[in-house]
C-alpha cells in the first residue's frame, strides 16, 4: 500500500511565525501536492512538483513556498503565517501509468494560525 | 479547468438503506477519482474510473465519459460510509500528474 506520512496532525502557530509543513511518501512517486481544504471552498491546490528541486504554483500559490530536495519529501513552507492560512493542509502523491493515474492523500495537517 | 459538480450536497440515510451520488463534469475526462473522506480528515481511494464500471463490495462507480456523468452506489449502507464523498477529475491535460479538481463533496450521515 501506498504511504504519504504527513509529520504533524495538528499545529497551533502565531501570526508571523515560519512555518514547515512535511510530507514524505515511499512509494518512489515523482509527482507530489499540497491542498488545502476550506469549509465552502473545498480541496484547492496551493503547489506541486514533478521532480526533485522542481516546482510549479497550483491555484492558489500566493503566501506559500514548497522545498522538494529529495524524491520522497515535499514540504510546504508558510513564511510568515497569518491567520487567513488557518485551514487543512492535505500532501499527496502520484501514481501514473498506462491504465491509471491515481492520487493518494496523507492523513492532513490541520493549522490554526492565532 | 474542467468544472465537476457534485450533488446532493447532503443526503442522510438510515442504515442499510442504498445511495447514489452523482458528479458531473463540464469536459470530456481521462482521470476521474472518487474518494470518502472519513470524520478524522483522511481521503481514501475509492475507485479510479474515467470510464466503465468497477465493483468493490458494497460500493459501485460508472462513468459514462460521453454523457460527462459519474455515480458512485453505496449498497446496504453502514455508519462507517458516513463522511464526505469527493469527485475528482485532472486539473490540466497531464491526466492527473499536475493535480487533480475537486467537486465540493456530498456529506453522507447514516444514522442507526
Known amino acids: 500500500d501506498v504511504k504519504v506520512t504527513q509529520s504533524s496532525r495538528y499545529l497551533v502557530k502565531r501570526t508571523g511565525e515560519k512555518v514547515f509543513l512535511e510530507c514524505v511518501q515511499d512509494m518512489d512517486h515523482e509527482n507530489m501536492f499540497w491542498y488545502r481544504q476550506d469549509p465552502g471552498l473545498g480541496l484547492r491546490l496551493i503547489y506541486f512538483s514533478y521532480d526533485v528541486k522542481m516546482k510549479e504554483k497550483g491555484d492558489i500559490p500566493e503566501g506559500y513556498s514548497v522545498s522538494r530536495e529529495k524524491k520522497e519529501r515535499f514540504s510546504l513552507i508558510l513564511e510568515s503565517a497569518s491567520t487567513n492560512q488557518t485551514s487543512m493542509y492535505l500532501c499527496?502523491?502520484?501514481?501514473?501509468?498506462?491504465?491509471?493515474?491515481?492520487?493518494?492523500f496523507g492523513e492532513g495537517s490541520r493549522l490554526t494560525v492565532l | 479547468g474542467i468544472q465537476v459538480e457534485q450533488s446532493p450536497p447532503d443526503l442522510i440515510l438510515q442504515e442499510g438503506a442504498n445511495s447514489t451520488l452523482r458528479c458531473n463534469f463540464s469536459?470530456?475526462?481521462?482521470?476521474l477519482q472518487w474518494f470518502h473522506q472519513n470524520p478524522w480528515g483522511q481521503l481514501i481511494n475509492l475507485f479510479y474510473i474515467p470510464s466503465g464500471t468497477k465493483q468493490n463490495g458494497r460500493l459501485s462507480a460508472t462513468t459514462v465519459a460521453t454523457e460527462r456523468y459519474s455515480l458512485l452506489y453505496i449498497s446496504s449502507s453502514q455508519t462507517t460510509d458516513s463522511g464526505v464523498y469527493f469527485c475528482a477529475v485532472e486539473r490540466g491535460s497531464g491526466g492527473g500528474a499536475d493535480g487533480l479538481t475537486f467537486g465540493k463533496g456530498t456529506h453522507l450521515i447514516i444514522q442507526p
Open positions: 469536459d470530456s475526462v481521462n482521470n
Open positions: 499527496a502523491s502520484f501514481h501514473g501509468g498506462a491504465d491509471t493515474g491515481e492520487l493518494f
